[in-house]
């Protein structure tokens, strides 16, 4: 039998679970609205790289734009404003 201590503590942690699984949520929704998820083509690297490109079109491969393309991506423009999500 548990005492009431315990089952005190129990139902923190259940609804703590409850709230962070439900900011999750919130969150990919969120980066799915915004398309701020399309920064990257591939996982878990990014364009190959493991540390991914962050603020200038420079740091892309050359063909960047073939990539996005060849995984069905309609707009293969860089846009740092979406890529921004990542850094903070």
Same mark, same amino acid.
């Given at each position: 039998?548990? +005492? +009431? ?39 878990? *690297? ?29 707009? *293969?423009?860089? +846009? ?9």
């Amino acid at each position: 039998m548990m +005492n +009431n201590q315990a089952v005190l503590r129990f139902r923190r942690i259940g609804i703590l679970t409850i709230f962070a699984v439900y900011v999750v949520i919130l969150m990919g929704g969120a980066v799915r609205a915004s398309g701020a998820g399309m920064g990257c083509p591939d996982w878990p *690297t990014c364009f190959g790289q493991w540390i991914p490109p962050h603020l200038d079109e420079s740091q892309l491969p050359a063909n960047y734009h073939e990539i996005y393309a060849e995984r069905g991506y309609e707009n *293969t423009q860089f +846009n740092s404003g979406k890529n921004l999500d990542r850094i903070y």
